[in-house]
């Protein structure tokens, strides 16, 4: 199967990201079945989420969004331009402990958990957040 | 969006009356509108998951929400008809040992109940 290559941009809105994560899930599950295609769209919501969450973006930044469908992998990269955050640098949620995990944490232990490899670097100013599933 | 019903007197029932994805906004709602629904005289409760088409971080922290309210009172909550990759999820997190997670209809899951 030839890799398919695709970029996006999309705001910064929850909603729109929502609709964005459905078309992303939609792309990949069209060639990699419903459970990579769910992996694929739960780790763009959360990770585009916590961007908007705690990003501190201005209202006409916009995220960018490389999605790579290879034969063995999926690749997502995932560039913004709000303030620098590791989101590997966050400490796994204490699954224990409902109160504090409904406060937050679960997205990127998710991401995490659903991916093979998880890689960040911060760049001429933009976080790259680069997932393979 | 959400339907609440109640089964027997004492077993309510959630729905959602069309398949949606319980993310962002949604999962605001979706723990708005629990606050509403006398959830605290039911001595079990039933999430119908059949038209739960995706859920993301916001959408379990409302079922946690649901889940608190429910236990406070001892009771039990039961979600039914949930996807593969849902069921995954929430396994994933843990949340297996609060939830209890069955392979039914909410039919079949009310008739076990009495």
Known sequence: MAEENYSFTVEPELYKIDAFSAKVSEIVR???GNETGFRAG???IEACSNI????ELKEDDLISVNLEVGEEEVTITIEDASTEFNPLKVDDPNLENIELLQKGG???????RFSKRVDYRYENGKNLLKIII | MFE???ANDEIGVISLVK???ITGEMSANFRKWQETVDLKSCSTVIVDGNNIEFIDSMGIAALISIYKTVSAKGSDLILVNLSEEIKKLLNTLRLDRLFII???SVVEAIKDLC
């Open chain 2, 19 to 21: 398949r949606a994805r």
């Open chain 2, 4 to 6: 609440f019903k109640k």
């Open chain 1, 42 to 44: 739960l780790i763009v």
């Open chain 1, 30 to 32: 069209r060639t990699k």
């Open chain 2, 102 to 104: 069955k392979n039914c």
């Open chain 1, 106 to 112: 679960m997205g990127v232990y998710l991401i995490k």
């Open chain 1, 52 to 55: 908007v969450k705690h990003g």
